[in-house]
């Protein structure tokens, strides 16, 4: 089984310096690598994360997808066509499925378990039978994979050590049968993975609102303005102008920290 590896971290001192603050139980990426002008190594570390789709079936060939990097959000988006000659290369109809999922590379050492939200997670069959996998769309956490990043395994059947039976990789409920001749001839898998907004300086990692809240919470501070008593003080206006002023400084700062920076 051939797999690219990709190389590339943080230092162990940046690193050591930045999980002082990661909660032990669910750590969040954007508290220890993210976007950054000032910080090339960061930059370079947080850019070098990426995803990548993978296929298997009953004969354990290993099939990969391109690879895919995390945007500036936090968030990777996989799209994975698995062709039906990859599935079932006699051509007749015979397709398996061992073990698809999504594998993520390059998280920093030490930051397991990771907060990280999975949605649309699916696949769609050649014959455009779509399967929502509730049971994926449903994590919000995330611990290292025995070989090493994060592992989305979808298989049929669970893995079983033949010495110790124990259970090293759970089926998953959605793809049941799938194992059998026949029952798995290729499609897409697609998901998205969110690990949260990446950090600015100073800051708390903060988890992707909706355009509804946004414009929900603008449209609330825009009545509550025009509710305001003519008759305040000119001081009073002042002060509303300075901290308005004061509010766009802050915004326009972390835009600069957050700002993706390309060689």
Known sequence: MKIKKFVAGLSAAVLAATMMSVSVSAAKLGDVVHPSEEDSKMNDSYYSIGAMGFYMGQDWTWNQGDWVGIDDAGKITVEYKISKVIADKTMSGKGTLGDMGVMVAN???????????????????E?????????????????EDAEGGIRIHIRPTDEVN?????????????????????????????????????????????????????KSDTSSSKSDTSKKDVSSSKAAETGVVVGGALAVIALAGTAVIVAKRRK
């Open 107 to 125: 998280l920093p050492d030490g930051i397991y378990p990771v907060d990280v939200k999975i949605s649309d997670a699916k696949f769609v069959a």
């Open 127 to 143: 014959d455009g039978t779509t399967t929502v996998f509730d049971s994926l769309n449903s994590i919000t956490s995330m611990d």
């Open 162 to 214: 033949e010495e110790t039976g124990e259970v090293t990789k759970k089926a998953c409920p959605e793809v049941a049968g799938w194992e059998k001749e026949g029952a798995f001839n290729g499609g897409t898998l697609s998901m998205t993975l969110d690990f949260g907004v990446a950090a600015a300086e100073g800051g708390e990692s903060k988890t992707d609102t909706s355009k509804a809240d946004s």
